[in-house]
């Protein structure tokens, strides 16, 4: 049995109405009538938008040009010194939303930025930065609102195209986030950020060749980025390519010797090549950097126990426990070493704890069922629940009794247990 690896309108159509332009849709009236030449029309169309958007930067400068083409050259320079007044203005706001962002002062930094695009709604920047502000927040749905936003007034602006993906990556749409970052690298084809973000979209859709790929070409652009290559160890790891997977860790310790979690990654590529006592050095040296990271201790449990050395395995399945006493895969790989151990009944008690966390784990159900029949060697008799039989992997014991020798009434307490996490 294998020690469990670890490593995202209302209106009626019976009553017609006369049809409510917005705003947007005035200023494109307008800017239609102005390119044929039709200028009393723009400036009509644009003095309807302003009704509805008093301070719409786009509409007053329409205006603008539409009473300079009339000559009502007064008029002109009037709008013409609220479209400038409005854009200094819009540009404070955003200076000061980008200063309450660097001090971390989130919710300044969103009225900033939102009083910068009501002056100028057209002002891309201001949106990227109010996104990048509801980012932080992990207001994660409402910050892609507004990177659309921004695209839709500039749908070349790279920066919004990585921001929605990185957004995207973050809600686990992978697909979507891979789409956002080749956009982006459409118009700014030497971005390092964008290949490596768009290989952790890649390596989370397991397409483990091309997010290798993606990594690379970021190692071409910036080759001073350990994460770069901490992942493109990753993805050698998914590609079973463990010996290629070892160098690009050792090129990101060179890069950055006291993170974490590329220990990590060069643990599980030693332990990919059955170098289990040196994947044990590499896991406890990242315990001494990070003693309460229970991935460490997961995976220095995972190298003794392909070291053969179960007892030691255990203790550290109990390390793990008490850092995280609510992650049900502790207590599956504590119930794996106690299988090993042919200690079945506490085997099943482990199980038992970690599908009461996860209910929905069919491989510690299994594990589960395994157990149990473990017990087959001890006295008296008990039926074999249902679901344990069908969720079985080993098909080999017949669904009939299983003896037992002793204990019977503490035995006959286990399968009540198991007969209820089966029916839960």
Known sequence: M?????????????????FRKTSDQWISEGDAHYRSGWYQAALDAYEHALRLTPENMYAQQGKSHAYAQVKQYEEAA???????????LAQEYYTSGNTFYRLGNYEEAIKAFKQATACAPGFAPAYQGLGNTLYRLKKYNDALTIFDQAIRIDPNYAEALYSRGVVLSTLKHYEEAVIAFDRMLQISPYDAGAYYNKGIALYGLKRYAEALSAFEQAIRFAPNNALTYHNKAKALYGLKRYEEALIACEQALRLAPTYVSIYNNKGNALYGLKRYGEALAA???AIQLSPQDVRTYYNKGKALYGLKRYEEALLVCEQAIRVAPRDARAYYNKGNVLYRLKRYAEA???YEQSVRIDPTDVQTHRALSKAFYGLKSVGGTSTVPEEVMRLNAVNSVPASTIKMKQHGQFFASLKRVITRVFHL
């Not at 294998?2 to 006369?18: A, K, L, M």
């Open 2 to 18: 294998n020690f469990g690896d670890v490593e995202y309108n209302n209106d009626s159509i019976n009553s017609p109405q006369e």
């Open 78 to 88: 009037t709008s013409h010194e609220q479209v400038a007044q409005l854009s200094h």
């Open 283 to 285: 896991y406890e040296q």
């Open 348 to 350: 099943m008690e482990a």
